[in-house]
């Protein structure tokens, strides 16, 4: 059991509620992990600056889920994997690729595996990535932009994840259907 509240808009510190009812307004409703992140202004507002400026990047938003989604996966953290899987269906990310990353694995879609291998690579080698792995990136397509850009997921979607791991919240109705359970190690 959690130790931390999931906040309201109005029981949440004053410094948090601008962020929740912009979140509310976004998704038509407080998704729980931001609820628990209003505990500490300084984490939701941080946090909420990184991610508007990651979804104003050059990367498309199947392309953002499939790394949020990939983050979370390889950070065997159960909420954002249920989260984000909605959310990648959602922006037209086909079933067979979301499966694929569910599962450890590489999606289908060339660009999409580009991605999805880059962010697992950069969080398991704690973004010592090697010339060869930016090199297959490049070739795949993306820029040395994108590829600065995608550490700005990785670290956004890293807050999250961790966040998830330390608070963990209630996953929410809407996303039940999408539950994941990490591997046991």
Request: charged share 10%; aromatic share 2%; net charge positive.
């Given at each position: 059991m959690s130790s931390y509240p999931v906040h309201t808009i109005e029981s949440a510190?004053?410094?948090?509620?601008?962020?929740?009812?912009?979140?509310?307004?976004?998704?038509?409703?407080?998704?729980?992990?931001?609820?628990?992140?209003?505990?500490?202004?300084?984490?939701?507002n941080g946090f909420i600056g990184l991610f508007e400026r990651v979804h104003a990047s050059s990367l498309t938003e199947p392309?953002?889920?499939?790394?949020?989604l990939t983050n979370a996966v390889t950070n065997a953290s159960e909420w954002p994997v249920a989260f984000h899987t909605a959310l990648a269906l959602k922006q037209g990310v086909h079933r067979a690729d979301v499966d694929a990353i569910r599962h450890g694995e590489l999606p289908d879609d060339a660009g999409l595996a580009a991605l999805s291998m880059l962010a697992r690579t950069l969080i398991e080698k704690r973004g010592h990535l090697a010339d060869a792995d930016q090199q297959r990136f490049l070739e795949a397509g993306f820029s040395a932009e994108q590829l600065l850009e995608i550490i700005a997921v990785v670290a956004a979607s890293t807050i999250t994840n961790y966040v998830a791991s330390v608070t963990r919240p209630e996953l929410e109705a809407p996303f039940e259907e999408f539950v994941w359970r990490a591997p046991i190690a």
């Open positions: 510190p004053a410094q948090s509620k601008p962020v929740l009812r912009q979140l509310q307004e976004a998704f038509g409703l407080i998704p729980n992990i931001a609820a628990a992140m209003a505990t500490s202004p300084v984490l939701i392309q953002i889920q499939t790394l949020l």
